[in-house]
């Protein structure tokens, strides 16, 4: 497959393919790099010969070629953070170091194959700092205008028509980016009250923080710190680096190169001064936020030592949640060197090693032992085919199979159609309580809640229910994409609807809570099998009731008053009326957040929004998903 892409770009992914064979970077003949014709993206493709046999490592990386804290020029300086958000600020500014450095980067091979404008993900939509009339970008249009309007003056050879086209030029690069930033704003209006939002906030330390926050945070804090006394004020610095492999790469130039200098870094050093966004003259939130977005759409957890790391090439793959290739890395390595065999760390757990050596922060990818070189164990990272990929076809990896549509508009900057994963959540302080929403109540009643989810067992029996599901992972107050409820949301709304069709506060005891919604979870069960038995009695294939359900069912229809203990809730079916009347409310207080006629506005959207149809899709996509739980909800009640 080919595509008609520029000069440049071509350059781009030469420049790549030759990093990668310095650097032993080895990609499968079967397959290759393809640049867009449009946005100059690169992606993997397959050949002439289908890849039909499994596993198969299609891509070796060793892991000198990583990109991490612990291998570039701040290494030994960037706080180590293994997980989390603080290991995504962390890679931020390691990459974001790398960058500063331009051509003198050792990395640079790989460096400039990534987008030069950052990736468009919602989480800066709203950010003032990232996107903004007034920015760098508008800056530059404007010094790029003067620059050709003193060329003009300067050499008789420039026309007035040649002034007037880069007038033209400027104008509409002016224009793009009041375009740019408007659909920005209207897609973070667009994303107020759906899930987007909530993937704006991250739970660490027990307590939510603002994803934005904690990246001003630590930008100021932390990374203009560093960057400042490191001397890394722009993209194409003087500053050398004793004994790193920038000294050999300039050994290695010919005269010419060095008198004339690099043709790519000279293109480069005009991208930069004709507004290429990493190309900062100095470094800024807005250029460290750029690095942000390149590491949250497409890092890799490497190993123990390494961490969360830019992984060349690896990167490259897209993402479908079928896909055909995974990353296959040893994690288990040398926490001090990073090696993957012996080395001289490897010592009995009882022995400390010398504070020199265990204080020792290596600068730069780790080097392998004797043991490891004499074995010929390699220390890589793989990218490893898992099903048979046909050929003249792009070949896909996966950033995660239980993504939602939020998740991925967030750290990604795009959104699959039909998404399974997508879910609409609610927060405990969004869910009604039986009497008051007192502080006091609410902590009274959610520790009574927490006691029935861990008693009551009935999670695994919902199995046989379209309306309920366990959830898997750890949105458990949530509503998903076939508009089921989960066991941990069920739960609190039966108990909000007995509590307000009996006895509550200090009356209700734990055994008689499990018991009261242990009959209705089985009302529950045979309303649904009633209803599918009326949609199939047509055809002959009705369901044969369950006789422990129908007698329960029996019990439960039989009006009267509270229990034996006066703990009942009375008419079962009132109380089945209550429990969707609470989920009713849920859903139309959630569809009240949400922007409303986002179909009739996508329908009218103008071309170019992109990030605004993104942003509209999701809010139809949720309203869809609500509105559908309401009807099966409200169906059952009528049964």
Same mark, same amino acid.
């Given at each position: +497959? ?15 393919l030759s ?9 499968? @003949? ?9 946005? *100059?993206r ?22 000198s ?10 290494? *030994? ?16 500014l390691?990459?974001?170091?790398e ?9 640079f091979?790989?460096?400039?194959s ?34 050709h ?11 007035q028509a ?10 509409r690069h ?18 107020k009250g ?11 330390d027990g ?14 804090c ?5 960057l ?16 790193r492999?920038?000294e ?13 200098g690099d ?6 050093r005009g991208e930069?001064?004709?507004g290429d ?10 250029g460290f ?5 390149l ?14 790391a ?10 479908v949640?079928d ?7 040893d ?19 009882d ?14 990818p780790?080097?392998?032992?004797n043991?490891e ?5 390699e220390?890589?990272?793989e990218?490893?085919?898992?099903v @048979? ?36 959540r ?5 869910? @009604? ?9 609410r ?27 366990n @959830?898997?992972?750890? +949105?458990?107050?949530? #509503?998903?994409?076939?508009a ?16 307000r ?15 009261? +919604?242990?009959e209705?979870?089985?009302k529950? #069960?045979y309303?649904?099998r ?8 047509n055809?002959?294939s009705?369901?044969?009731?369950n ?12 009006d ?7 703990? *009942?809730?009375?008419?079962?079916r009132?109380?089945?009326a209550?429990l969707?009347?609470t ?6 207080a ?18 170019g929004m ?8 999701e ?21």
């Amino acid at each position: +497959m080919t595509s008609n892409i520029s000069n440049n770009d071509n350059n781009r992914l030469s420049t790549l393919l030759s990093w990668c064979s310095e650097n032993n970077i080895r990609i499968d @003949p079967n397959i290759h790099l393809v640049q867009d014709e449009i946005n *100059g993206r690169i992606s993997v493709w397959s050949k002439d010969t289908p890849i039909e046999s499994y596993p198969v490592t299609l891509v070796t990386i060793p892991k000198s070629a990583v990109l991490s804290v612990r291998s570039c020029v701040l290494a *030994g300086q960037i706080p180590i953070a293994h997980y989390g958000h603080k290991a995504h600020l962390a890679l931020s500014l390691a990459l974001y170091s790398e960058i500063l450095l331009g051509p003198d980067s050792r990395f640079f091979g790989y460096i400039q194959s990534l987008p030069l404008r950052g990736v468009e993900i919602a989480l800066f939509w709203g950010s003032d700092d990232y996107y903004d009339n007034n920015d760098k970008d508008q800056d530059l249009g404007d010094q790029h205008h003067t620059h050709h309007s003193q060329r003009i003056q300067d050499q008789d050879q420039r026309t007035q028509a040649h002034h007037e086209e880069c007038t033209r030029d400027h104008h509409r690069h002016k224009d793009h980016n009041e375009r740019e930033n408007k659909d920005r704003k209207l897609a973070y209006l667009w994303s107020k009250g759906t899930e987007i939002e909530k993937e704006l906030w991250v739970d660490e330390d027990g307590r939510k923080k603002n994803l934005l926050e904690e990246i001003r945070t630590y930008y100021f804090c932390i990374a203009e710190p560093l960057l400042r006394l490191s001397n890394l004020s722009g993209p194409f610095s003087s500053r050398r680096r004793p004994g790193r492999p920038l000294e050999r790469r300039e050994e290695k130039k010919s005269d010419e190169e060095r008198q004339g200098g690099d043709e790519l870094g000279q293109e480069r050093r005009g991208e930069a001064e004709e507004g290429d966004e990493l190309g900062e003259e100095r470094y800024s939130l807005k250029g460290f936020m750029k690095a942000y977005s390149l590491v949250s759409s497409r890092a890799f957890l490497v190993d123990a030592y390494h961490g969360l790391a830019m992984v060349p090439i690896a990167d490259a793959f897209n993402h479908v949640q079928d896909n055909h290739v995974h990353l296959e890395s040893d994690f288990d390595v040398c926490v001090t060197c990073g090696s993957v065999g012996r080395c001289e760390h490897d010592e009995d757990d009882d022995m400390l090693l010398d504070s020199s050596s265990s204080d020792e922060i290596h600068d730069g990818p780790p080097v392998l032992s004797n043991e490891e070189e004499e074995d010929g164990e390699e220390n890589t990272c793989e990218m490893v085919s898992n099903v @048979p990929i046909p050929p003249h076809s792009e070949i896909f990896n996966t950033y995660g199979d239980k993504l939602t549509n939020a998740q991925l508009l967030v750290r990604y900057g795009f959104m699959l159609d039909g998404n399974e994963n997508d879910v609409v959540r609610f927060e405990v302080d969004e869910l @009604p309580l039986p009497l008051s929403n007192g502080e006091e109540e609410r902590r009274k009643f959610r520790m009574f809640y927490e006691e029935m989810i861990r008693s009551w067992s009935w999670d695994a029996q919902w199995t046989e229910s379209e309306l309920v599901y366990n @959830p898997s992972s750890s +949105m458990v107050l949530a #509503i998903n994409a076939d508009a089921k409820v989960t066991h941990h949301l069920w739960v609190w709304c039966a108990l909000v609807a007995i509590g307000r069709n009996g006895k509550w506060e200090d009356d209700l005891s734990a055994e008689g809570a499990l018991g009261l +919604m242990t009959e209705l979870a089985e009302k529950v #069960i045979y309303l649904e099998r009633e209803i599918a038995g009326g949609r199939t009695e047509n055809n002959g294939s009705g369901s044969e009731d369950n006789d422990d359900y129908g007698k329960a069912a029996e019990a439960m229809e039989e009006d009267g008053a509270d229990g034996e203990d006066g703990t *009942g809730p009375g008419n079962s079916r009132t109380v089945l009326a209550d429990l969707v009347r609470t989920l009713a409310g849920l859903c139309r207080a959630r569809s009240k957040q949400l922007g409303s006629c986002a179909e009739e506005a996508l329908d009218q959207l103008e071309s170019g929004m992109a990030q605004t149809r993104l942003a509209m899709m999701e809010v139809v996509g949720e309203r869809s998903l609500l509105e559908s739980c309401l009807s099966v909800w409200e169906e059952l009640t009528a049964a």
